[in-house]
């Protein structure tokens, strides 16, 4: 199978599973208890029976299940996801208006622990027994065990208090003028705690990951006919053994993207990244139930979307792989 | 085969063997006592230092030592030394009971998948990838969210979102004992599946299982403390993430009261870690001899 | 034999560090290559033959392993104790060697055809397009049909006979003095094997290149080889021409190795079987006694065996052999 019908059949079923998101946000609200006409009264500080009889039909709330769910289904199909009463403003704005934010943190975030966790994965397995190999071995520990939240709170101490190097709180500094260069560089510059906090937990992973994997790679055959060749070390290390070693760490880092979601929503908070993390808890925390829907169902859009382009980047990486 | 020698030999019950394996493993050791250690504190402590954790002793925010206070106040003026045993119990029990949740769903998805094969299994690992789509934090601030935030909401939440990893495994390992000679066997005679998947696979298949088990209850501590950290905790029970979340407001001023619960969080997600390699250690050369 | 030989090899001593002890993996082996011959290394499988090749290549796994003394010269270079980057130069420059797998000795994720002119870059500082014309040239020299086409393809395309001469394309592409060829058809077919040995043959009257040909095939070394070197637990127990060790073989060893392979006087063409078995097996390199390593499987054992080594010495005008039988046979009585 070519390399785009295999892409087009990883699309095919990722619409599928977003589809079965949809369901399963719809059985949530269904099955929750109180419905957007006692939202909707309870923003008008009260309604009698017979108004909330008119709001439920003005929703459609008074027709079978399957209809309701055939009505929902075709709003997102044309991504209308509802209205906020709570930001005033429809869910699909608000949320594209935040998306990009929380991408930017994803996926730098991601970057950054898997180029890091490579790096230091592939040092290590060149000594087994030496000092970065201890490091690996205990960021991982920590790495699965330090609450993110906490690290990211660690962090802000120690920047706000001891080394005021990089700001705390926000994506970009109001009082900063400048062209589009300048104003990057501030969100860059804002980015810089937050990605480090969210790498952390991938980090710990992929390095320890990336040693297992360098260490098998580097008892193989090919190493040796490398080496045979008279190629200098780097070459031998960075070309012919990492190239095998990164399949699996870019698979598991893949397999990560919704975590990383996760771990964003939390990183968001401590750091006041105005993205769909921070945006998903005010609207919890308003009751916004069209929002945390919207949400969910955007993120898994993300998760999924990630997912294939990991595929294609691992057919890339590798040229055996040829069916998913 | 000279197995007629083998009463000469002297043969040790395959546990005893175990937890050899795991006591001879210092990090695992060390993971051990410190696990007794935290539960020795919160279980025990709180008749040795009976505080009230949600009575106002002190002056909010008092650094640690102050007045007697070894960890000195929150913002509410509360002990949090009392805090920390309290929390710690509250902590701990979500953590095992989430666990449990997601271990039981896990197992059966797992079990029924990897044992029947086909469509069924098709079906249920569909299942399962889809449950890997939705990023698990924000499913269960969801579900928090709409069936409001108690105890029991919260542990059903947590449990419902993390037993995929637990599918897996269970799944690889059906598979793989499936095919070995004493369960066709079994199969081919006329044994019912129910016995077959609980009686003669499931306990086959446990080594892998438990220490995943093991490791989810540390990643339900970790979760339960992100939802409360959050705000998406019963405000009236008390647990490690409940202080991080209700004290945060105040790090730049008292980072103490947040950095305290946070560290008794990893010590303890640490130590069920250190001992999660024991066992995997102790457990996996064990099936590779099989 | 007067003049110094391309490459030899003197009382080579290499040892292992296992979790058993020291393991003596090479001990005091010698032996000469001459520009333009091919020499054969035989024996069977953990007798030091592969160890020999690699350390050589100066590719010894260390830790654990390690080149406790003797002396590896190419031309007038010593090899031995010389810096990484030195041997890096010689290797795949001077020594080119082509190993036992061609399955999974080459890279997966890289076409054969960068594989190739990945060397030349290397070692004759080739601009990347003239390297990978040269390494279409090779493949072409390798008798690979479609060599244009093939130098673009991934190892996984080609079938295990294509692959070694990928892998003999490789080695040979900066025209090494001597080319090491590790046990390389034993993982092919029988028809394959023979194509590959024709093709090395006539590489070898081609270029001028010297082989060493590491194999535990005897029929191979009786078709294609000069002289021949036998090896046993790590040390070289007869050396001479083929001709005369396969005719008048005087260690027990070699005796045995030859009865092994069934007809090899009556007809000396590619008849490649495996070896029958000599009785026993070969023991463990940690914990040789003081006497020959052979004396527990061998016929002609005497009481001098089990307690002193046998010297590699002159026993004919080309052979040489380590054996009490045939240096001090008086003993026997």
């Given at each position: 199978m070519s390399f785009w019908n295999t892409i087009a059949k990883r699309v095919g079923y990722g619409l599928l599973l977003l589809v079965a998101v949809l369901v399963l946000n719809f059985i949530l609200i269904s099955i929750a208890p109180g419905d957007i006409a006692d939202t909707i009264a309870g923003d008008m500080g009260g309604a009698d029976a017979e108004v909330m009889e008119e709001i439920r039909v003005r929703y459609g709330l008074d027709q079978p299940f399957y209809v309701q769910l055939w009505r929902y289904m075709s709003r997102v199909a044309v991504l209308d996801l509802g209205y906020s009463y709570f930001f005033n403003t429809p869910v699909t704005t608000l949320i594209l208006e935040k998306l990009p934010a929380t991408l930017l943190l994803v996926f730098s975030a991601q970057i950054l622990a898997v180029i890091v966790g490579t790096f230091l994965g592939v040092v290590a397995a060149k000594k087994p027994n030496g000092i970065v190999s201890l490091t690996v071995t205990f960021l991982s520990l920590f790495g699965f065990a330090a609450p993110v939240f906490w690290t990211g709170i660690l962090l802000i101490i120690l920047f706000v208090s001891i080394f005021p190097l990089f700001p705390v709180a926000g994506m970009i500094d109001v009082t900063v003028e400048g062209g589009f260069f300048v104003r990057a560089l501030d969100v860059l510059h804002h980015l810089i705690l937050p990605m480090v906090t969210l790498a952390s937990i991938f980090l710990a992973l992929y390095s320890r990951l990336a040693r297992a994997s360098m260490l098998e790679v580097l008892g193989a055959d090919y190493v040796r006919t490398a080496r045979a060749k008279g190629l200098p070390q780097r070459t031998v290390l960075y070309k012919h053994a990492l190239r095998n070693a990164l399949g699996p760490v870019v698979t598991v880092a893949g397999l990560q993207f919704s975590a990383v979601i996760s771990g964003a929503v939390v990183v968001e908070t401590v750091f006041s990244w105005p993205g769909l993390g921070t945006l998903a808890l005010q609207s919890i925390l308003a009751r916004d139930t069209p929002t945390i829907m919207g949400i969910l169902f955007f993120s898994s859009l993300v998760v999924v979307v990630f997912n294939i382009l990991t595929d294609a980047t691992l057919r890339l990486i590798d040229p055996r792989i040829k069916t998913g | 085969m000279t197995d007629h020698a083998a009463p000469a030999l002297k043969v040790q019950h395959p546990l005893t063997e175990m937890a050899a394996m795991f006591f001879q493993n210092r990090s695992a050791v060390a993971g051990l006592a410190l696990l007794i250690s935290i539960l020795l504190f919160t279980f025990v402590g709180p008749y040795l230092y009976p505080t009230d954790p949600f009575e106002m002793v002190w002056t909010p925010l008092s650094f640690p030592g102050e007045e007697g206070f070894l960890l000195g106040t929150d913002y509410l003026g509360r002990d949090i030394l009392a805090a920390m045993m309290a929390g710690g119990q509250v902590s701990m029990a979500i953590g095992l009971a989430a666990a449990v949740i997601s271990v039981v769903i896990g197992v059966s998805v797992g079990a029924f998948a990897g044992y029947y094969g086909g469509v069924v299994e098709e079906a249920l690992m569909r299942f399962t990838e889809f449950f890997q789509v939705l990023p698990t934090l924000l499913f269960s601030m969801v579900i928090v969210a709409l069936f409001g935030a108690s105890l029991l909401t919260v542990t059903l939440a947590i449990g419902v979102v993390s037993w995929t990893a637990v599918a897996r495994v269970t799944r690889s390992e059906f598979l793989r004992i499936r095919e070995l000679e004493y369960v066709s066997a079994a199969r081919s005679g006329s044994a019912r599946d129910g016995y077959l998947i609980f009686r003669v696979i499931l306990p086959n298949a446990l080594p892998p299982i438990i220490v995943q088990a093991n490791l989810m209850v540390g990643s339900a501590i970790l979760f339960e403390a992100a939802l409360s950290f959050l705000g998406l905790s019963d405000p009236n029970i008390m647990s490690w993430g409940q202080v991080i979340g209700s004290n945060r407001p105040y790090i730049l001023d008292a980072g103490f009261a947040v950095a305290i619960p946070g560290f008794a969080i990893f010590l303890t997600v640490l130590a069920i870690s250190l001992i999660g390699d024991g066992l995997n250690d102790a457990l996996n050369p064990k099936l590779r001899q099989r | 034999m007067e003049r110094a030989p391309l490459l030899s090899v003197t009382d080579v001593v290499v040892d292992f560090k296992t979790r058993h002890g020291n393991a003596r993996v090479l001990d005091q082996v010698s032996l000469a290559v001459e520009s333009g011959e091919i020499l054969g290394i035989v024996g069977e499988s953990g007798c030091g033959k592969s160890m020999t090749a690699l350390s050589i290549m100066g590719l010894v796994p260390d830790p654990p392993g390690k080149v406790t003394s003797g002396s590896i010269k190419l031309g007038d270079r010593e090899l031995v104790g010389m810096d990484q980057e030195g041997l890096r130069r010689i290797r795949g420059k001077d020594i080119g060697m082509i190993f036992q797998e061609p399955m999974t000795s080459l890279n997966p994720v890289f076409t054969v055809g960068e594989q190739i002119a990945e060397s030349l870059r290397q070692?004759?500082?080739?601009?990347p397009k003239a390297a990978m014309a040269k390494a279409v040239d090779m493949l072409r020299a390798v008798e690979i049909p479609e060599a244009e086409a093939r130098a673009k393809a991934y190892p996984h395309q080609l079938s295990g006979g294509m692959r070694q001469r990928v892998m003999i394309a490789m080695a040979l592409a900066c025209g090494p003095k001597v080319l090491i060829a590790d046990e390389p058809t034993t993982a092919l077919d029988a028809t394959v094997q023979a194509q590959i040995f024709d093709l090395l043959q006539d590489l070898q009257q081609e270029t001028g290149t010297a082989i060493v040909l590491i194999t535990h095939d005897m029929g191979a070394i009786a078709e294609l080889a000069d002289r021949v070197v036998v090896m046993y637990a790590g040390r070289v127990v007869e050396s001479g021409s083929v001709r005369d060790v396969l005719s008048r073989p005087r260690h027990p060893y070699t005796k045995g190795l030859i009865a092994c392979v069934p007809h090899l006087e009556e007809e000396p063409g590619p008849v490649r079987k495996e070896l029958l078995e000599i009785p026993g097996v070969v023991p463990a390199l940690t914990d040789l006694g003081a006497g020959c390593a052979f004396a527990p499987r061998c016929g002609e054992v005497m009481p001098k065996c089990r307690q002193q080594k046998p010297v590699l010495t002159e026993a004919g005008d080309t052979q040489c052999v380590a054996c009490w039988a045939v240096h001090e046979p008086a003993a026997a009585s």
């Open positions: - | - | 070692h004759e500082n080739a601009s």
